[in-house]
């Protein structure tokens, strides 16, 4: 009779268990395309930041003109024509979730050297409650300036001459990091932070805060000489909102009394920047 006494208890403690794990798994129905589940929206004394103006992104390969890509990738649509065709359409990244970050990339060899263009878009979603979306961004990006060791601006505006004598680069953002969507790109949004020394000799374009780019912008300037040639990588980052935009485009030559320039990659990179912004992104 003891033995059946138990029964009852067993059977008690069993259903409790089930409801506990029924209760663990009903959350995860919020997570589907599309939907930012932030924190502080439910059981939090703090709530969530406002979302970002930016809900969704382009199609990154369509979203650059063939014309700007012919001209960044001098002889891209020379030759055969179904070659010249791919070229001009660009790789899509793999990304796992396209309303977060998508990419695409572009790559022209020629038996001088060769070029690439990267053109990276993350939409930044703030998981810290009371953080705005948009905040979230501007964090990510001064942490990538910071890291670029990119001179900060005058507190009262940002400027594309040279930097000002012993300006530090903007203080780092909190180092929480957002849950991403999955595996980032290829680091493509990872501005270059090799010693600036070798960039440019004219101060006009070092490395530095640009103006009238998004709410922020800078480029960096790399030069780099090897045993097998000599390459110059410019990146053009900047923040529209709660968007991120990062443009890398390199040119390696075997050549190297013939150095590619800074006014030629920056000049090229800033205009198509400046062509993607004014693209108002996605909705």
Same mark, same amino acid.
């Given at each position: ?149 990119? $001179? ?6 940002? @400027?594309?001459?040279?930097? *000002?004598?012993? /300006? %530090? +680069? #903007? =203080? ?8 991403? $969507? ?6 493509? @949004?990872?501005?270059?932070? *090799?010693?600036? /020394? %070798? +960039? #440019? =000799? ?25 045993? %097998? ?55």
């Amino acid at each position: 009779m003891q033995r059946r006494a138990y029964a009852p208890v067993a059977a008690l403690a069993a259903a409790v268990l089930s409801a506990a794990l029924a209760g663990c798994g009903g959350g995860g129905g919020a997570g589907g395309k599309g939907i930012d589940a932030k924190a502080g929206q439910a059981g939090s004394a703090v709530p969530a930041g406002p979302p970002g103006k930016y809900h969704s992104l382009p199609e990154p390969c369509g979203y650059v003109s063939a014309e700007t890509v012919r001209r960044m990738l001098p002889g891209a649509g020379d030759g055969d024509e179904q070659e010249a065709e791919r070229l001009l359409r660009g790789t899509a990244a793999i990304t796992y979730d396209t309303d977060r970050r998508v990419g695409c990339r572009w790559k022209l060899e020629t038996p001088n050297g060769t070029r690439h263009l990267t053109v990276d878009f993350e939409r930044v979603v703030s998981y810290q409650p009371g953080v705005s979306d948009e905040a979230r961004a501007e964090q990510l990006y001064e942490r990538q300036a910071t890291a670029a060791r990119i $001179p900060s601006a005058a507190p009262s505006a940002k @400027s594309s001459g040279s930097p *000002s004598p012993g /300006a %530090s +680069a #903007s =203080a780092s953002a909190s180092s929480k990091s957002d849950p991403g $969507p999955g595996p980032q790109l290829a680091e493509a @949004s990872a501005a270059p932070s *090799s010693a600036n /020394a %070798s +960039a #440019s =000799a004219d101060p006009r374009l070092a490395p530095r805060v640009l103006d009238d780019l998004g709410d922020d912008a800078f480029v960096n300037d790399v030069l780099a000489t090897t045993s %097998s040639g000599v390459h110059r990588d410019v990146t053009v980052v900047f923040r529209s909102s709660n968007v991120l935009v990062t443009i890398a485009y390199d040119q390696w030559t075997t050549d190297k009394q013939h150095v590619p320039t800074s006014q030629d990659l920056q000049g090229k990179a800033q205009g198509l920047a400046r062509e993607l912004d004014a693209g108002h992104f996605g909705n």
